[in-house]
């Protein structure tokens, strides 16, 4: 566990860490309060990812890297460079009605007007109430195992001043040999994941992919190919290399 910290990055690559070395890899880090606890209103807990990565047989491991709340902030700052709305039903205002202007959703969430509605959405009929639980899994196992700060103590403020986050992350490595012969686990789990993608696709869908596959794939292409980055997010680049001055860049919006 690790305490008074501050962003980890990806959390899967450290699942990735221990993958590497024959083990599955287990992680999470509490964060800013976002997220309102179901039939509440007010952000209490932090998006918390949740990360498993497992090895297998294939070329890419099992990697599940998601976030306890049903919309992260960085997928609404993308919606408001694209000049789109949030959809419903993923953001709640203090009166409890869902919000959808995202331009305006980032500056409730930094007035802690507005909360991220947790994995399965705002109340409990489409199950809120699970992501919720797991939020607070994390919350408890990145604070509670080092006695660090949790919940409102990550604001980032204290007494009207900015002060540090002070995050809180634990880190599982089980070590497959304990249980298993290492190829024996990654080819049954290469086997679900192959039995998983191959079984009836929904009408209209193309395919059925597992976690860590629809990454790996990406992977391959950018690897070659490069990031594509839309236009609002070079002219935010472009103006931090005007504003410090830094030489060297080329960086014009090409389609």
Same mark, same amino acid.
């Given at each position: 566990?690790?305490?008074?910290?501050?962003?980890?990055?990806?959390?899967?690559?450290?699942?990735?860490?221990?993958?590497?070395?024959g083990?599955?890899?287990i992680?999470?880090?509490?964060?800013?309060?976002?997220?309102?606890?179901?039939?509440?209103?007010?952000?209490?807990?932090?998006?918390?990812?949740?990360?498993?990565?497992m090895?297998?047989?294939?070329?890419?491991?099992?990697?599940?890297?998601c976030?306890?709340?049903?919309?992260?902030?960085?997928?609404?700052?993308?919606?408001?460079?694209s000049?789109?709305?949030?959809?419903?039903?993923?953001?709640? #205002?203090?009166d /409890?009605?869902?919000?959808?202007?995202?331009?305006e &959703? +980032?500056? =409730?969430?930094?007035? @802690?007007? *507005?909360? $991220?509605?947790?994995?399965?959405?705002?109340?409990?009929d489409?199950? #809120?109430?699970k /992501?919720?639980?797991?939020?607070?899994?994390?919350? &408890? +196992?990145? =604070?509670?195992?080092? @006695?660090? *700060?949790? $919940?409102?103590?990550?604001?980032g403020?204290?007494?009207?001043?900015?002060?540090?986050?002070?995050?809180?992350?634990?880190?599982?490595?089980?070590?497959?040999?304990?249980f298993?012969?290492?190829?024996?686990?990654?080819?049954?789990?290469?086997?679900?994941?192959?039995?998983?993608?191959?079984?009836?696709?929904?009408?209209?869908?193309?395919?059925?992919?597992t976690?860590?596959?629809?990454?790996?794939?990406?992977y391959?292409?950018?690897?070659?190919?490069?990031?594509?980055?839309?236009e609002?997010?070079?002219?935010?680049?472009?103006?931090?290399?005007d504003?410090?001055?830094?030489?060297?860049?080329?960086?014009?919006?090409?389609?």
């Amino acid at each position: 566990a690790v305490r008074n910290s501050s962003h980890y990055g990806i959390a899967g690559y450290y699942g990735l860490m221990a993958e590497q070395e024959g083990m599955i890899g287990i992680t999470g880090t509490n964060a800013r309060p976002s997220i309102a606890p179901t039939f509440g209103v007010e952000n209490m807990l932090g998006t918390n990812p949740l990360t498993f990565v497992m090895p297998t047989d294939e070329d890419f491991p099992f990697f599940l890297d998601c976030a306890t709340s049903v919309i992260q902030r960085g997928k609404i700052e993308f919606y408001a460079r694209s000049g789109k709305d949030t959809p419903q039903g993923l953001v709640i #205002g203090r009166d /409890g009605k869902t919000l959808t202007d995202s331009g305006e &959703i +980032l500056k =409730a969430l930094v007035a @802690g007007e *507005a909360a $991220l509605a947790p994995l399965g959405g705002i109340g409990e009929d489409n199950g #809120g109430y699970k /992501g919720y639980g797991y939020a607070a899994v994390v919350e &408890i +196992l990145s =604070a509670a195992l080092q @006695g660090g *700060a949790f $919940l409102k103590m990550l604001t980032g403020v204290r007494d009207g001043k900015k002060v540090p986050y002070n995050l809180g992350h634990f880190f599982i490595a089980i070590n497959i040999d304990s249980f298993t012969e290492l190829d024996e686990f990654k080819k049954t789990t290469g086997d679900i994941l192959r039995e998983l993608r191959n079984s009836d696709v929904a009408p209209g869908a193309e395919r059925i992919y597992t976690a860590g596959e629809k990454e790996h794939l990406a992977y391959l292409e950018r690897k070659d190919k490069g990031v594509p980055v839309n236009e609002a997010l070079q002219n935010e680049m472009i103006q931090l290399v005007d504003e410090l001055g830094l030489k060297g860049y080329d960086f014009l919006y090409n389609e």
